[in-house]
Nanobody
Framework: QVQLVESGGGLVQAGGSLRLSCAAS????????TGWFRQAPGKEREFVAAVRGSDGSTYYADSVKGRFAISRDNAKNTMYLQMNSLKPEDTAAYYC?????????????????WGQGTQVTISS
């Protein structure tokens, strides 16, 4: 079982940037598809981005495409989410997650291990 710990959240103004980190232990993060989700108060947890373990292919939600970038540092066993041009509607708790599969997926049910989340707040 992999353990995931997010960091890097905070309060920034609209138009600013943040980089979230997800440090993994217990298993090599790059083996399987991993991703980021977010959950705003009163809303369902939604997919943000994913990266496939085998070849680094990525997939983004339409709402963040062109503004967010998911990446991994295999030497550090860490995944990142670079968030640029942030908007107030990006405000949410952000969670990293890992599947046990090799398919690039956006479906929450495919992700079996989750971090505790890090809060991102964007002021207008």
């Amino acid at each position: 079982q992999v353990q995931l710990v997010e960091s890097g959240g905070g309060l920034v103004q609209a138009g600013g940037s943040l980089r979230l980190s997800c440090a993994a232990s217990g298993r090599t993060l790059s083996t399987y598809t991993t991703g980021w989700f977010r959950q705003a108060p009163g809303k369902e947890r939604e997919f943000v981005a994913a990266v496939r373990g085998s070849d680094g292919s990525t997939y983004y939600a339409d709402s963040v495409k062109g503004r967010f970038a998911i990446s991994r540092d295999n030497a550090k066993n860490t995944m990142y989410l670079q968030m640029n041009s942030l908007k107030p509607e990006d405000t949410a708790a952000y969670y990293c997650a890992s599947t046990l599969g090799l398919t690039l997926t956006k479906y929450r049910g495919d992700f079996r291990s989750w971090g505790q989340g890090t809060q991102v707040t964007i002021s207008s």
